[in-house]
């Protein structure tokens, strides 16, 4: 099935891809510390939204979104074609590790990525959808490896994560000479558990900034929600 979706600045489509356009992608890619200049690589890129975000956030920003799956590459070439930043963004067909290894180090000055995050468990019976969920296609661990070897010194990853495998990326992360800069604990409501983690890697040590966020409150959108999302959203 064939879904359009308008945002301020841009439209997308995701015919065909493993993992819807979601709020999670939304808060990420308003979230994420992003250069105005430079290189920025969105991991795994989907239908192209974190690419597309940040082309609109960012001045003259290269944007290289990596993604292996056909039907997504073929949707996220198509939307950036159609977008005011077509000539900042490309969609390259590719294995991030495979990718990763004709890339010089330290190139790279921020990191997108909406990861896997299954490590058990049964598989999404479409293999689109078993992909952008489950991590046999990229482990934590190769991630961790990959974002140290790009990265600038001064360069961050950011990442969106459910609460729990956020927590198991961060433990590991120092073993990768990285560390954790700034946290944001998601929830949905006031009284609801978080239930995701936005997180920003640098290879700095430093302490790091935490903080909450609650999408909804009462009947609508938090004020805070709304702050972070308004350039995106139609009705903010």
């Not at 489509?13 to 690589?41: E, F, K, Y």
């Not at 073993?175 to 949905?188: E, F, H, K, M, N």
Request: neutral net charge; proline residues 3%; glycine residues 6%.
């Amino acid at each position: 099935m064939s879904r359009s979706f308008s945002f301020k600045q841009f439209t997308i489509n995701d015919h065909g891809c493993g993992m819807p356009i979601s709020t999670d992608g939304v808060l990420l890619g308003a979230w994420a510390r992003l250069p105005q200049h430079g290189h920025i690589v969105d991991i795994g890129t989907g239908s192209g939204l974190l690419a597309l975000m940040a082309a609109q956030r960012t001045s003259t920003a290269v944007i290289t979104a990596i993604e292996l799956d056909v039907a997504a590459i073929t949707a996220a070439t198509a939307n950036f074609a159609t977008s005011p930043w077509s000539s900042r963004l490309q969609c390259i067909d590719s294995d991030i590790n495979h990718w990763c290894q004709a890339i010089a180090a330290e190139s790279i000055d921020s990191i997108i990525c909406n990861p896997p995050y299954f490590n058990t468990g049964q598989q999404a019976q479409r293999q689109h959808r078993a992909t952008a969920r489950h991590t046999d296609t990229l482990s934590h661990q190769q991630l961790l490896a990959t974002i140290r070897h790009l990265l600038t010194t001064d360069g961050c990853a950011s990442l969106i994560l459910p609460t729990y495998e956020g927590q198991q990326l961060l433990t590991q992360a120092a073993a990768y000479g990285l560390y954790c800069q700034r946290r944001c604990d998601v929830r949905s409501t006031p009284h609801k558990p978080f239930m995701r983690t936005l997180i920003e890697l640098t290879k700095n040590s430093a302490i790091t900034e935490q903080h909450q966020l609650c999408i909804h409150t009462e009947n609508s959108y938090s004020s805070d929600f709304i702050a972070l999302t308004k350039d995106f959203y139609l009705k903010m």
